[in-house]
């Protein structure tokens, strides 16, 4: 058996068509453009690459784009207080400080900051309470992509066995709440799990986040899984990979999902829709009044 790829890069680009299908419409029938404000401080290369992408996506989908770069001195008060003033910017839907920041800085404090509607990457306490009680609400990118590719193999997740390895605020909780709400029995491994693979081996989807590779062998898959490889690591020449062994690993699963190509390109896609949901929120359709009715058809 050979695993079926998984085509992150070009399911995000389909994605990113229907973002900017929407805020065409969103401008038009509304007058409303929706708007991201990244935040970026320090000189972090990785840091300033992701920043860089989400800024060239968010033009390229039609949204309106803020970068605000600041030096590695800038204050915890200081910060705050471009945090505030980005709430009160009614052009701006969606927030984004990335992450990591220096470290004189109070992480915590600073995602607490943003206005919960605003909170496009879902990691406020408020947007995980949120998810945790399944109410509406703006879901972490990453998770929710892959959400996305799972639902791409038509492979209906309600009923499955998932095995979720990592247990962070980022990506393994919220990865398996959001199984969870879709239904799939859920296991969550980490470091602390004795025989991780007597639990991955009865998984029909295994979604690895530890940024470890080597992690997931093909010993450890059952035949025929769908695998989610969320790591991204660096092989001993340089290259990407992630926590998943993806050359033997695919000779067991399924379905299987590469880095790169595969989780990276999905989550600036789902920054785009947490985006413009965020600008639906603030002007909903019904604030616009209800379409004419009657009349002939074009």
């Given at each position: ?5 998984i085509?992150g890069?070009a399911?995000a680009k389909r994605?990113?068509?229907e973002a900017a299908?929407?805020?065409a ?5 509304r007058g ?26 968010c033009?390229?989908a039609g949204?309106?784009s803020?970068l ?5 001195t800038?204050t915890?008060p200081e910060?705050l207080?471009?945090i505030?003033?980005l709430?009160?910017?009614?052009s701006i839907?969606g927030i ?6 220096p ?5 915590t404090a600073v995602i ?13 306490i408020?947007s995980?309470g ?5 109410l509406p ?7 929710l992509?892959?959400m996305k590719?799972i639902?791409s ?8 066995h998932?095995?979720?390895?990592g247990r962070s ?7 398996a ?5 879709a239904?799939a029995?859920?296991?969550v ?13 009865q ?8 940024g ?12 025929g ?5 969320v790591?991204i690591?660096r092989?001993d020449d340089g ?15 399924g379905w299987?999902t ?5 989780v990276?390109p999905?989550?600036i896609a789902?920054l785009l829709?947490n985006?413009?949901q965020a ?7 019904s604030a ?5 009715q009657?009349?002939a058809a074009?």
């Amino acid at each position: 058996m050979t695993a079926q790829l998984i085509d992150g890069a070009a399911l995000a680009k389909r994605l990113r068509g229907e973002a900017a299908q929407a805020a065409a419409t969103m401008r038009a029938l509304r007058g409303v453009r929706p708007g991201l404000a990244v935040v970026l401080v320090g000189e972090d290369p990785a840091s300033a690459i992701y920043v860089r992408n989400k800024v060239r996506a968010c033009e390229e989908a039609g949204l309106h784009s803020v970068l605000e770069r600041y030096h590695a001195t800038l204050t915890q008060p200081e910060l705050l207080a471009r945090i505030a003033a980005l709430n009160a910017d009614p052009s701006i839907h969606g927030i984004l400080v990335q992450m990591p920041l220096p470290r004189h800085l109070d992480p915590t404090a600073v995602i607490e900051a943003i206005a919960p509607a605003k909170d496009v990457d879902g990691f406020s306490i408020a947007s995980a309470g949120q998810l945790m009680t399944g109410l509406p609400g703006l879901r972490p990118a990453t998770p929710l992509g892959c959400m996305k590719l799972i639902e791409s193999t038509g492979v209906p997740i309600r009923g499955q066995h998932a095995v979720v390895v990592g247990r962070s605020n980022t990506v393994g909780k919220p990865m398996a709440l959001l199984l969870l709400q879709a239904s799939a029995t859920v296991t969550v491994c980490h470091s602390a799990t004795p025989d991780l693979a007597s639990h991955t081996r009865q998984a029909d989807i295994v979604v690895v986040a530890v940024g470890r590779r080597g992690t997931l062998t093909a010993d450890m898959v059952k035949p025929g899984a769908i695998v989610i490889d969320v790591g991204i690591n660096r092989r001993d020449d340089g290259k990407l990979c992630g926590d998943v062994e993806f050359d033997a690993v695919r000779n067991v699963a399924g379905w299987i999902t590469p880095v790169p190509g595969g989780v990276g390109p999905m989550t600036i896609a789902m920054l785009l829709m947490n985006t413009l949901q965020a600008a639906e929120l603030t002007h909903p359709r019904s604030a616009f009044g209800a379409p004419p009715q009657g009349g002939a058809a074009g």
